[in-house]
């Protein structure tokens, strides 16, 4: 039984030529990214923030996370058991993965200084781990984003 709902996202054999399915859906993804990516930056911590304060300067880089991992899903259709580009479908996956993983880490941190009560020099290991895990992150999402705009350029955000 077919699923009508269901948007096939394989392209045509020509590069130049992607199918607008597979471009609205990677556009959608690098403004899924560059949008969590700014909310991440805002956050700038300092040292002796109060959990009030982390989630004031959190709240855009939070609200994000949702439609960014929602668009992140659209990505794993992109498979290089059945994807024409063998080679760019398999750096796809392998980026989007270690981006997962990274988003992943730097919620947890992130909640945990939102809610944890702690001692203050614990606090302030915590926020070096958050800042150092950041790096990481924004790295990550880059990676992620750079392979998907090498491979189809029409997708890059316009000013």
Not at 11 to 21: Q, T
Not at 123 to 135: D, H, L, P, S, T
Request: hydrophobic letters at 45%; one cysteine or more; charged letters at 30%.
């Amino acid at each position: 039984m077919a699923d009508d709902n269901v948007v096939k996202l394989r392209p045509r054999g020509r590069r130049d030529d992607p199918p607008p399915e597979l471009v609205e859906m990677l556009r959608s993804v690098i403004e899924a990214l560059d949008e969590l990516g700014g909310g991440f930056e805002h956050i700038k911590p300092g040292l002796h923030w109060s959990a009030g304060r982390w989630s004031s300067r959190s709240m855009s880089f939070r609200m994000q996370r949702v439609p960014a991992a929602r668009q992140l899903k659209e990505l794993h259709h992109i498979d290089p058991a059945d994807w024409p580009d063998v080679a760019w479908a398999s750096e796809l996956s392998s980026v989007r993965c270690a981006f997962e993983q990274q988003l992943d880490s730097i919620a947890i941190l992130l909640d945990m200084l939102l809610h944890a009560n702690m001692p203050p020099d614990e606090r302030a290991w915590q926020i070096e781990r958050f800042v150092a895990e950041g790096k990481g992150f924004l790295e990550a999402l880059w990676q992620l984003r750079k392979v998907i705009v090498a491979r189809y350029p029409e997708v890059r955000q316009m000013p």
